[in-house]
């Protein structure tokens, strides 16, 4: 109950498409949802969040798409990019001083 | 947002030996996570640390094969005992701001 299912594991997107990344929970408690970006050698840095109580957050080219009924949640890269060749990892946490949950990533490769 | 100086930045240690992994952020902290992530895979949370009090580990880790230190409110370090080719990761230490995770750039650990 506490997991948080990500998929794909690995994703090759050709430049200027859109890369789609889904992750999946089943604890309601739930209220906050980052997703992570970490290149080679560098620690993962929040890229965006969203909480549960709106269906869509967009910060530029990123976006979160958040289906409550559904325990849902999912990143879209738009116009991607070859910069964007990352990990990504979705995650979950439920208050504050709650441990946060992470997937278990996808390596997102953009062809140039 | 917090800057978090980590190192080594990798290190290559003979078997049965120890290394301390340094962690040091540019503001005062309550809570200093310490996380590992195995090759290509999610980051698992090894302990919390607090100012003042024992650190809390987390299942699957022991404070004698991973002693941590927090002698003050921007300072911290792991300890990583008795080491074997299984604790070849990525050491990772972490702080929250407002629920969003700040992390270092990761010490590079292999173990021959």
């Known amino acids: 109950q506490q997991q948080v299912k990500q998929s794909p594991q690995s994703l090759i997107v050709q430049k200027g498409g859109i890369s789609i990344i889904n992750c999946a929970y089943e604890n309601t408690a739930f209220d906050y949802f980052p997703w992570y970006q970490q290149f080679p050698g560098k620690g993962p840095a929040l890229l965006i969040a969203i909480r549960p109580d709106v269906s869509e957050k967009k910060e530029g080219r990123f976006t979160i798409s958040f289906n409550k009924s559904a325990k849902q949640f999912s990143l879209h890269i738009m116009d991607s990019q070859p910069g964007d060749s990352a990990t990504y990892f979705c995650?979950?946490?439920?208050?504050?001083?709650?441990?946060?949950?992470f997937g278990k990533g996808t390596r997102l490769h953009i062809l140039p | 947002s917090a800057v978090i100086s980590q190192k080594p930045s990798r290190d290559i240690c003979q078997r049965g030996t120890s290394l301390t992994i340094q962690c040091q952020v540019d503001?005062?902290?309550?809570?200093m996570f310490w996380y590992r992530q195995q090759p290509g895979q999610s980051l698992t949370l090894i302990a919390t640390?607090?100012?003042?009090?024992?650190?809390?580990?987390e299942s699957g880790f022991v404070i004698d094969k991973f002693p941590i230190s927090r002698p003050n409110l921007t300072f911290s370090t792991l300890t990583v005992s008795n080491m074997s080719p299984e604790d070849s990761s990525i050491y990772l230490c972490?702080?929250?701001?407002?629920?969003?995770?700040?992390f270092g750039s990761g010490t590079q650990l292999s173990v021959l």
């Open positions: 972490s702080v929250e701001q407002g629920r969003k995770l700040f």
């Open positions: 640390a607090n100012q003042g009090s024992e650190a809390t580990y």
């Open positions: 995650a979950a946490s439920m208050n504050r001083d709650d441990k946060i949950i």
């Open positions: 503001s005062q902290v309550t809570m």
